[in-house]
């Protein structure tokens, strides 16, 4: 069965950081890419970040640019996403997502909360 | 980006019925491999969304023919015959054919 399995997440105060974390199973190939996609309380969905598989190249949103990174560890077929300088407006659940065709955001994990307050 | 507009966002519904969704993007989708990239999530309370529609108007396994997707260049429609009650929450089109990922705001489907 393939799944992606998200940890991680946890409570923070403004300013500090969080690296999440997505484990990948199942999965026969390195397929297209995989993604963060966030939801905040009570809100829609909001793509944050990506990373194509076969080369690496990542794209980030504008909300996030410049504070999150992310990358992968081929070995551990693990992806991650360091979050740094964390807002309020962070505050959301964390889905790891697995495209296997373009476009597909074919698999979805069960998500990580990240809460940032004082 | 492309921007992604649902409608209706509160869709009431009586058990048995048809519920239509329509969703418009800004810009056409259509990937370099020639498939147009567009899919349909429902979410569920407490759940993560889970794909029925790819690719316009491919059901993913498991998901019964009541849903069905159609449309093309920027106008597309998730249409639920026979609505049952496990079909309430709130779905959402996405488009993968361009970076960023963008999605619409969602439409509540109830039952009325």
């Known amino acids: 069965e393939v799944q992606v399995v998200e940890s991680g997440g946890g409570l923070v105060q403004p300013g500090g950081s969080l690296r999440l974390s997505c484990a990948a199973s199942g999965f026969t190939s390195d397929d297209h890419a995989m993604h963060w996609v966030r939801q905040a309380p009570g809100k829609g969905l909001e793509w944050v970040s990506g990373?194509?598989?076969?080369?690496?190249?990542?794209g980030y949103a504008d909300s996030v640019k410049g504070r999150f990174t992310v990358s992968r560890d081929t070995a551990s077929k693990t992806l991650h996403l360091q979050m740094n300088s964390l807002r309020a407006e962070d505050t959301a659940f964390y889905y790891c997502v697995r495209d296997i065709l373009p476009g597909g955001a074919d698999v979805w994990g069960q998500g990580t909360t990240v809460t940032v307050t004082s | 980006d492309v921007v992604m507009t649902q409608s209706p966002l509160s869709l009431p519904v009586t058990l048995g019925q048809t519920a239509s969704i329509s969703c418009k993007s800004t810009?056409?989708?259509?990937?370099?491999?020639?498939?147009?990239?567009l899919n349909w999530f429902h979410q569920r309370p407490g759940q993560s969304p889970r794909r029925l529609i790819y690719?316009?108007?491919k059901r993913d396994s498991g998901v019964p023919d009541r849903f069905s997707g159609s449309g093309s260049g920027t106008d597309f429609t998730l249409r639920i015959n026979r609505v049952e009650a496990e079909d309430v929450g709130f779905y959402y089109c996405?488009?993968?054919?361009?970076?960023?990922?963008?999605f619409g705001q969602g439409t509540k489907l109830e039952i009325k």
């Open positions: 996405m488009q993968g054919a361009h970076w960023p990922y963008t």
């Open positions: 690719n316009v108007s």
């Open positions: 810009q056409g989708l259509v990937h370099s491999d020639g498939n147009t990239l």
């Open positions: 990373i194509f598989l076969k080369n690496d190249r990542t």
